[in-house]
């Protein structure tokens, strides 16, 4: 809104041309959502605790956390809040893909408010069935998809990590891919959501990750440089990560450990969303699965522990998602999270790296 505003302006007051830069709508993007993450971050933990709105924990999960129970939760309310004011005040509002991402991330958010407040509402830590969640998520992801392949300029070819001449164009076939890497990676961030802190840290930095893919996919100089695909406009979407990036900076002031509050199905499904949503309109799809690799590992583990369950009536792991193993190998909770950080990190710069191993 405000570009749309004041960069007009620049033909009579040289100041206001800044608007027209993406990297300064990005840092104040950032800056804002942060700043209104910290503004309303205690007035929404107290009205949660006013109304009851805390977290139901599963009876069969760590010892540890039963002392969490009645902790408030849904407070990824504030992250979507803090980021859809900020991109809406920094955002270009005439960029499709930004209504794109938004849309999938308030729609993915609009489920798990759905789920988070049948759950609260029951009493229960069951809300919405895993096909309910999934059918939905499936049907907001090819309607993302179908609009992409409607698109004109958009191109319906697959960019594989470490081969710059293997682009397979999946024509029609990108509808329910796109379908699947969007919702894969809202439910992947969904199980990975169980500490302190543990999924918004990587879910930041993926954030910061495809703000640089986003920058270079938007560049026409850039992308041609990197050989990678080149989306016009997609560079728009550098604003929405850094504004999800200053809204998840803000929320784990409150979330860190011992967390204050919870992001809820609300919050995990929306943020997986986004990421998914911006993946797949950067070209950068396969690559969420190196970028986003603790979520890769979490949903894995999860995957693993049924299938051996139901095959040989045996668990690999004490407890699945991983995260809980290692709680129960004696790790304390802070250092299972601040190492699965790190190795987002490492992951994050691993698919950094494909940029040029190509």
């Known amino acids: 809104m405000l570009y749309h505003l004041l960069y007009p302006l620049g033909a009579d007051l040289i100041l206001f041309n800044v608007f027209r830069y993406i990297t300064f709508r990005t840092i104040m993007a950032t800056l804002t959502a942060l700043m209104i993450s910290f503004l309303l971050g205690r007035l929404l933990i107290d009205y949660l605790r006013e109304f ?36 809406l005040l920094w955002t270009r509002l005439d960029n499709i893909y ?9 729609g993915y958010g609009a ?33 993302v998809g179908l609009v992409l392949w409607l698109d004109p300029v958009f191109k319906t070819t697959l960019a594989v990590p470490f081969f710059k001449n293997v682009n397979p164009d999946l024509g029609v076939w990108y509808v329910p891919f796109a379908a699947l890497v969007i919702a894969g990676a809202s439910n992947a961030v969904n199980l990975t959501d169980g500490l302190d802190g543990l999924a918004i840290g990587p879910v930041m ?56 509050v919870f992001m809820g199905d609300v919050g995990s499904l929306s943020l997986g969303g986004l990421l998914g949503a911006v993946a ?9 699965a190196i970028v986003g690799g603790v979520f890769v590992i979490e949903t894995v583990s ?57």
């Open 111 to 143: 489920i798990g408010f759905v789920d988070d407040y049948l759950k609260i509402v029951r009493k229960s830590h069951k809300g919405l069935t895993p096909k309910q969640k999934f059918g939905v998520q499936l049907l907001i992801g090819a309607l």
């Open 302 to 358: 999860v995957i693993l522990q049924v299938a051996s369950f139901k095959a040989t009536g045996k668990r690999i792991f004490n407890m699945a998602p991983i995260h809980h193993h290692f709680e129960l190998k004696g790790w304390p909770e802070p250092k299972v999270i601040v190492r699965f950080w790190i190795i987002s990190i490492v992951f994050a710069l691993l698919a950094i790296s494909t940029l040029k191993l190509r």
């Open 52 to 87: 009851q709105i805390g977290q139901m924990v599963r009876e069969d999960g760590p010892k540890s956390h039963l002392n969490k129970s009645g902790t408030p939760t849904m407070g990824g309310v504030l992250i979507l809040f803090a980021m859809t004011v900020s991109c």
């Open 280 to 288: 797949v309109v950067t070209k950068h799809e396969i690559l969420l």
């Open 98 to 106: 930004f209504y794109i991402v938004l849309g999938v991330t308030l």
């Open 205 to 260: 930095i993926c954030a910061a990750t495809y703000l640089l893919f986003a920058y270079i996919a938007g560049h026409l100089k850039l992308s041609h440089y990197l050989q990678v695909a080149y989306v016009p406009g997609s560079g728009e979407l550098c604003v929405v990560c850094g504004a999800m990036l200053g809204a998840g900076m803000g929320f784990l002031w409150y979330n860190a450990y011992p967390a204050e």
